[in-house]
């Protein structure tokens, strides 16, 4: 599945955001506010969903990795959000 013309996280812009909000009829102030929420939680809750995952038996090096690359995403995305309302289509 696509956002835009983003196939891959690494592909994701502000206007493909945009563009998204556009194709669904949301503001994109909403989107951008909903994607900072998610963002921001999503980051808030790492180190306990990493600590039950260490505590259910999951190695460490897997663990660290996995929190690494959702760290990097939330943290790109929360840099993307202020910019979504800005584009003009």
Same mark, same amino acid.
């Given at each position: 599945?696509a956002?835009g013309?983003? *196939?891959f996280?690494?592909?994701l812009?502000? =206007?493909?955001? &945009?563009? *998204? &909000?556009?194709?669904?009829? $949301?503001?994109?102030?909403? !989107?951008?506010?909903?994607m900072?929420k $998610?963002?921001?939680?999503?980051? @808030?809750? $790492?180190?306990?969903?990493?600590?039950? =995952? $260490?505590?259910d038996?999951?190695?460490?090096?897997? =663990?660290?990795? !996995?929190c690494?690359v !959702?760290? @990097?995403?939330?943290?790109r995305?929360? &840099?993307?959000?202020?910019?979504?309302?800005?584009?003009?289509?």
């Amino acid at each position: 599945m696509a956002i835009g013309n983003a *196939f891959f996280e690494s592909e994701l812009s502000a =206007v493909e955001w &945009a563009t *998204f &909000a556009s194709l669904c009829e $949301l503001p994109p102030k909403l !989107v951008a506010n909903e994607m900072t929420k $998610l963002a921001s939680e999503i980051l @808030r809750q $790492l180190p306990f969903t990493m600590d039950e =995952v $260490l505590m259910d038996g999951a190695q460490q090096a897997t =663990v660290d990795s !996995v929190c690494d690359v !959702v760290q @990097r995403m939330c943290s790109r995305h929360l &840099a993307l959000a202020p910019m979504i309302a800005k584009v003009n289509l």
